[in-house]
Every structure is written in structure tokens, then in C-alpha cells.
């Protein structure tokens, strides 16, 4: 069980919109800065929001996070297949003097 | 560029121990962490705990303290992850990466797949 709430799953058609929440509390996403990672298939993980809401260089404005009170939410519009892969949250949690991720979101565009 | 370059392939039997490195590039090792994390077979990503090569402090999550223990060679920028008392569920691939304090890794090494098995 994950600290850190995703949905398994979610869809959605190339070019079209999908939204990936992640809720926690005020121990962790509530007070502390957020990631979000994309693990492709058969690779390491990847870097692609930082500190609530920014990029780092190289990641394509379609990705976007924000942050209000205790869930955070990446966005990616303009689906692609390449975009195929499991996404995580992850953040500091001071109850537990710990770095925590939620349990992964697998994006199947259809 | 930033690179972090991991130790290979792993099989280990349970009750043994494995130790795997990860070299770091392109940055000075001493001003960031290393943390470790994992990802077994059909689970998430779970992080292990951190070392700052500056002082060798280290911050272990409670399920590993006891049972890892990180070291750094600052003198070639290598950083170690020693896991003892290995059993069937340590069985998973294990990525060091570059920790920005209490907020992001950034990048991530290929990932050491270590696997336990009798």
C-alpha cells in the first residue's frame, strides 16, 4: 500500500488529453515539493516535472503539473504512442522521514 | 552531461549479499545525494534511502535499516549499495540517481537487475 494515491490505469486516444492525479496529505504532497517520473517500458525512470510544476530541459510543454493542497496532477495533452509507459508521484514525507512514490499510473493510448 | 552508470547483472542465492555501484559523471559528486531505489517484478517504484557524498551521512528508509548500507568513493565518484540477508522478494532491478534533497532524482542510472533465487 503507497503512501502516495494513483489510478492503476488510465486511456485515452492519440492527440487527445489525459489527466493522472496523486493525493496524499499534509505530511507529504501538502507540504513538500512534488515529482513525476515516466518509466518507459524496459528503461529507467525519467524526470519530468520537478517542484510542483516545472520542466526540466528537454520535456515537451504537452507535460504539466500542479499542485493544490494535498493532490498533485500531471497533465499530457496531444497523446502520443510514444507516450505508452508508468508514471509515479513522488515527494518527501516528514512523518516518516522518508522519500515516497504513489503506486504508478500505466497510460495505454488506444 | 550528467551520467550515471550502474554495475551489471546480479544472481544471488537467499541468506547472501550483493553490493552494486553506480559511477557518477559530468557534475561534482559532492554536492548532491545518491538515493536507491527499486522496482520489483509487477510492484512500484520504492526508494531505499540516500548518502550525501559530502560527509557520508545517510538516511535509510526503516524497511532496510539493519539490512543496507550505502558508502561513496568520492575519489572516483562512485557510489555503493551493500543489501544483506537477501530473500526471493529482494528480487528486483535497483537504480541509484542523482537527489536533489527532499525533492527530485535526477537522472537515474540503466538499473541493476539483481536476482534471488535458490
Known amino acids: 500500500q503507497s503512501v502516495l494515491t494513483q489510478p492503476p490505469s488510465v486511456s485515452a486516444a492519440p492527440g487527445q488529453r489525459v489527466t493522472i492525479s496523486c493525493s496524499g496529505s499534509?505530511?507529504?504532497?501538502?507540504?513538500?515539493?512534488v515529482s513525476w517520473y515516466q518509466q518507459l517500458p524496459g528503461t529507467a525512470p525519467k524526470l519530468l516535472i520537478y517542484d510542483n510544476n516545472k520542466r526540466p530541459s528537454g520535456i515537451p510543454d504537452r507535460f504539466s503539473g500542479s499542485k493544490s493542497g494535498t493532490t498533485t496532477t500531471l497533465d499530457i495533452t496531444g497523446l502520443q504512442t510514444g507516450d505508452e509507459a508508468d508514471y509515479y508521484c513522488?515527494?518527501?514525507?516528514?512523518?516518516?522521514?522518508?522519500?515516497?512514490f504513489g503506486g504508478g499510473t500505466k497510460l495505454t493510448v488506444l | 552531461q550528467v551520467h550515471l552508470v550502474q554495475s551489471g547483472v546480479e544472481l544471488r542465492k537467499p541468506g547472501a549479499s550483493v553490493k552494486v555501484s553506480c559511477k557518477a559523471s559530468g557534475y561534482t559528486f559532492s554536492n548532491y545525494d545518491i538515493s536507491w531505489v527499486r522496482r520489483a517484478p509487477g510492484q512500484g517504484l520504492e526508494w531505499m534511502g540516500w548518502?550525501?557524498?559530502?560527509?557520508?551521512?545517510?538516511n535509510y528508509a526503516q524497511k532496510f535499516q539493519g539490512r543496507v548500507t550505502m558508502t561513496t568513493d568520492t575519489s572516483t565518484s562512485t557510489a555503493y549499495m551493500d543489501l544483506r540477508s537477501l530473500t526471493l522478494d529482494d528480487t528486483a532491478v535497483y537504480y541509484c540517481?542523482?537527489?536533489?534533497?527532499?525533492?527530485?532524482?535526477?537522472?537515474w542510472g540503466q538499473g541493476t537487475l539483481v536476482t534471488v533465487s535458490s
Open positions: 513522488g515527494t518527501w514525507d516528514y512523518s516518516l522521514t522518508a522519500m515516497v
Open positions: 499534509t505530511s507529504n504532497i501538502g507540504n513538500n515539493y
Open positions: 548518502i550525501a557524498p559530502y560527509n557520508g551521512n545517510t
Open positions: 540517481a542523482r537527489h536533489e534533497q527532499r525533492r527530485w532524482f535526477d537522472p
